[in-house]
């Protein structure tokens, strides 16, 4: 019984046809043949392969550049400095930019020239007008000159007052007693210094005169 299940197994598999190719590719996607399939799938591998190509190709350029630029001395903020500028000016000359320009441009003159700003502007003149030919306005400004002008002379009083009393302390007794005793002090020391000056020249305070000796015979 064995060998005869073994004969139906082997009967089974050889009724079975099988396609190795087909096996091992995978389903096509919806809506595509094969031929279709390969064909995309052969320019996905060169679109690939070319934009390997242009990585090492900008690689390269950027290198060179980079030396270049090092010869030229240029830093990476001179580069900065000059795409800030770049962008900023294809920023003004933008469509959009100009376009925003005008709007804001049309919008002030529409603001300047509507009524309640033009009613705003007079209503703030004549207010202003008022304000300064108003009698508290002059008053104030009276008051503050005068401030201003008092102060100047009392400062000016007390430096005079000062200056006289510097002059009565120095033309008082007590100020020229004080004097006398400093000239006095002030020659003491000068006469003491010009002795000790002489005593350094003349150290056995004899003048010329040889010292005698007085060891007895």
Not at 42 to 48: D, G, R, Y
Not at 72 to 83: E, Y
Not at 115 to 139: F, G, M, P, V
């Amino acid at each position: 019984m064995e060998s005869a299940s073994q004969g139906l197994l082997s009967d089974a598999m050889t009724d079975v046809p099988v396609d190795s190719a087909a096996s091992a590719r995978t389903s096509a996607p919806e809506g595509l043949t094969l031929a279709e399939e390969e064909e995309l799938r052969s320019e996905l591998a060169k679109v690939e392969e070319e934009i390997g190509t242009l990585r090492q190709v900008l690689a390269a350029k950027e290198r060179h550049c980079g030396e270049l630029k090092r010869k030229l001395g240029l830093t990476p903020l001179d580069g900065l400095k000059q795409n800030l500028s770049k962008s900023w000016h294809d920023v003004q000359v933008s469509n959009a930019y100009v376009k925003t320009s005008e709007k804001l441009g049309e919008w002030n003159d529409k603001v300047t020239q509507s009524d309640l700003y033009l009613s705003a502007s007079s209503t703030l003149e004549d207010w202003n007008e008022k304000l300064t030919q108003s009698e508290a306005y002059k008053k104030t400004q009276e008051t503050l000159s005068q401030a201003g002008q008092k102060t100047s002379a009392a400062l000016s009083n007390v430096g005079s007052v000062i200056s006289r009393k510097l002059g009565d302390m120095r033309n008082s007794a007590t100020f020229k007693s004080f004097e006398d005793r400093v000239g006095t002090i002030k020659s003491r020391v000068v006469g003491s210094r010009e002795n000790s000056t002489d005593g350094l020249h003349s150290p056995s305070g004899a003048g010329d005169k040889p010292p005698q000796d007085n060891a007895p015979f």
